[in-house]
């Protein structure tokens, strides 16, 4: 029980802004257990978005771009921009056109180079532009706020488990050798499982919940095939890559299939 706590603040201490003043043991059992909870992580952020965007719907005259602006404001907030800088690092690493060492050193590098900016103002603009397109459509519903978050997270780590590190050193080489995959794995259908039956039980339909999986599934094959190409392995700017990108997808996707 002790464990599974530590794997709570785990995933709030390294996932969130949320401070976590303790030392918490880093062992093999926390840190899986820690992976096995940031979806839920996801989630939570999400349902405190949610009710933010319901309150503003209801009680105010706020418009499609307000809302907009909300969501992508109070996720980047709730990560404390985490993932964000992992999508410059790998914009300015990739768009060097260096070779893969070179680009290994630039995604270790502290600094923001132009390309990072650039990157990273599209991946913004783009999900700007897409949520306010679904704000206009009437497509965004709630409880995609908080399913988009959590199975984004669930494939961050299959798509962590089902590569080596770019190098052998670092938090994320430390957290990848102390993953027991097979409990991870188990965990992350676990957790597929109940938020599918949580979306089918609210809307009455899976159709877009599988939609989504499906297309989620397919990005991260894709994203896969490019870090092996450019990288050679993960990293710690990968991952929170991954969430950014796959979050963009899934958002086109509903704008496009629903």
């Known amino acids: ?63 499609e771009v307000l809302l907009t602006f909300v969501i992508i404001g109070l996720f980047a907030l709730f990560t404390g921009g985490l993932h964000l800088d992992g999508f410059i690092d790998m914009g300015d690493a990739y768009f060097s056109y260096r070779d893969r060492e070179k680009r290994l050193e630039i995604l270790d590098d502290p600094r923001v180079g132009a390309f990072g900016v650039m990157s990273v103002l599209f991946l913004v603009l783009g999900k700007f532009v897409v949520l306010h397109e679904l704000f206009v459509q009437e497509k965004l519903a709630l409880w995609t706020l908080i399913f988009i978050p959590l199975i984004t997270r669930v494939g961050m780590s299959f798509y962590f488990m089902s590569l080596k590190c770019s190098k052998e050193k670092g938090l994320a080489y430390f957290f990848k050798t102390h993953i027991k995959s097979g409990v991870l794995v188990a965990l992350m259908i676990v957790t597929l499982i109940l938020a599918i039956s949580g979306v089918g039980f609210v809307t009455g339909s899976l159709f877009v919940p599988i939609v989504l999986l499906a297309v989620l599934a397919i990005a991260l094959l894709v994203f896969r095939h490019f870090t092996l190409r450019n990288f050679g392995g993960v990293s710690g700017d990968l991952l929170g890559a991954s969430i950014e990108g796959m979050e963009v997808v899934l958002w086109v996707t509903l704008l496009v299939f629903v």
Not at 4 to 30: D, N, R
Not at 40 to 62: H, K, P
């Open 1 to 63: 029980m002790k464990n599974s706590w530590y794997s709570v603040l785990l995933a709030f201490q390294f996932f969130t802004v949320l401070p976590v003043h303790k030392e918490i043991p880093l062992t093999k059992s926390t840190i899986t257990g820690m992976f096995a909870f940031l979806p839920w992580v996801g989630a939570i952020m999400g349902s405190l978005v949610a009710a933010s965007i319901y309150g503003l719907t209801e009680w105010t005259a706020s418009s």
